[in-house]
């Protein structure tokens, strides 16, 4: 029963954290000459704290899969978010220091991600991005916002102790 319980937990809090990251979706500040975009990678993080690396491709999957449907995102968005919340929740699962976990997110959407795109944009979508390392810039910027966002949230849930009670269900 109590194993029943913790999936239950686990399924309602990736599902709020889907809405989150599709909610989020359309709050956009342009900077540089992009559009930065935090939420999901606020959501990647929070997930890989509270739920656990596959958890978090998961909520980045489904995510990104209804912003595409609702018209709200792009192809692209799979591959970023998917690679960042990977990256987020096996360096979190490694070595629980928030930190880090938020450069990996980071390095993951911002670079990893950021690289992936460019075959989808080409081969998907029918674009001709102008070279590989194209999307990096507008990717980090995004990426650092809502690391940054999530680093913040998360010290303030560590502070109040709801982190560790997130947590027990995983």
Not at 58 to 83: E, H, K, Q, T
Not at 121 to 132: N, Q
């Amino acid at each position: 029963m109590r194993k029943q319980k913790d999936a239950t937990k686990k399924l309602a809090l990736a599902g709020v954290l889907t809405a989150v990251a599709v909610v989020g979706s359309l709050l956009s500040i342009p900077v540089a000459g992009s559009k930065c975009a935090p939420v999901q990678h606020m959501v990647n993080i929070l997930a890989a704290v509270s739920l656990g690396p596959w958890w978090g491709v998961g909520i980045a999957f489904c995510a990104s899969l209804l912003r595409n449907l609702m018209g709200l995102g792009s192809l692209m968005a799979f591959p970023g978010s998917m690679m960042g919340a990977m990256c987020c929740g096996v360096i979190y699962a490694a070595t629980r220091k928030l930190f880090v976990t938020c450069m990996a997110e980071t390095i993951g959407t911002g670079i990893l991600g950021a690289l992936l795109a460019y075959p989808v944009a080409k081969l998907l979508m029918g674009a001709e991005p102008a070279g590989l390392f194209v999307y990096i810039i507008p990717f980090m910027i995004s990426t650092v916002a809502g690391s940054i966002l999530a680093y913040g949230i998360l010290v303030i849930l560590e502070k109040g102790k709801i982190l560790g009670q997130l947590q027990k269900a995983r």
